[in-house]
């Protein structure tokens, strides 16, 4: 089994930043990727930004340029830096890592108003 869990979520203004972590623990392979994803009220979830292994990259076009994903490999975290927050950026973030199965955290919630 695998565990995540995510931190860092919170209120933030328009234009802020916040900068969101997920450590992974258990029964971790070498080879898996990770990623971010979220959900706001009455939304479907979406991915929002996915990493390899190696640091392939990949970002939902809403966030290009404004969000930053990177993972420490031996930690077994991932993070999520979020520039130039926009309120349609409020939702639960979750992080996930994908093996032979796909496992999720819990979930950190992330509102962006003034």
């Known amino acids: 089994q695998v565990q995540l869990v995510e931190s860092g979520g919170g209120l933030v203004q328009p234009g802020g930043s916040l900068r969101l972590s997920c450590a992974a623990s258990?029964?971790?392979?070498?080879?898996?990727?990770m990623a971010w994803h979220r959900q706001a009220p009455g939304k479907q979830r979406e991915l929002v930004a996915a990493?390899?292994?190696?640091?392939?990259?990949n970002y939902a076009d809403s966030v290009k340029g404004r969000f930053t994903i990177s993972r420490d490999n031996a930690k077994n975290t991932v993070f999520l830096q979020m520039n130039s927050l926009k309120p349609e950026d409020t939702a639960v973030y979750y992080c996930?890592?994908?093996?032979?199965?796909?496992?999720w955290g819990q979930g950190t919630q992330v509102t962006v108003s003034s």
């Open positions: 990493i390899s292994r190696g640091g392939s990259r």
């Open positions: 258990g029964s971790i392979f070498s080879i898996n990727a």
């Open positions: 996930s890592l994908v093996q032979t199965t796909v496992y």
